[in-house]
Nanobody, 121 residues
Framework: QVELVESGGGLVQPGGSLSLSCTAS????????MAWYRRAPGKERVVVAT???????TYADSVKGRFAISRDNAKNTVYLQMNSLNPEDTAVYYC???????????????WGQGTQVTVSS
């Protein structure tokens, strides 16, 4: 089916920045919404940011003004630029895409493997 592979993530100091990327591969017919979710220790997975095929974005209140989601449709890639990071941003970040695979008849949900982001001094 469709595979989402993330890059980026790691350890960053408070106030620092980090960029994540996620590329979809496979026999993709189309990709609709792409998004980033995160799961902090002991917490449920929550949406961080979403982006439509046309570039319309939404953000969780906790990251507004600090994070920016973008996408390159030609590369089937979604990005998350994270600035002014604080320890509360520490979580496993997951890439999400709603996509149509060549063997499917409708949109399906796909998830990346997750990448650890740790904000600590």
């Amino acid at each position: 089916q469709v595979e989402l592979v993330e890059s980026g993530g790691g350890l960053v100091q408070p106030g620092g920045s980090l960029s994540l990327s996620c590329t979809a591969s496979g026999s993709i017919v189309s990709i609709s919404t792409m998004a980033w979710y995160r799961r902090a220790p002991g917490k449920e997975r929550v949406v961080v940011a979403t982006i439509s095929p046309g570039g319309r974005t939404t953000y969780a209140d906790s990251v507004k003004g600090r994070f920016a989601i973008s996408r390159d449709n030609a590369k089937n890639t979604v990005y998350l630029q994270m600035n002014s990071l604080n320890p509360e941003d520490t979580a496993v970040y997951y890439c999400y895409a709603a996509a149509v695979h060549s063997s499917a008849y409708s949109l399906q949900n796909y998830w990346g493997q997750g990448t650890q982001v740790t904000v600590s001094s």
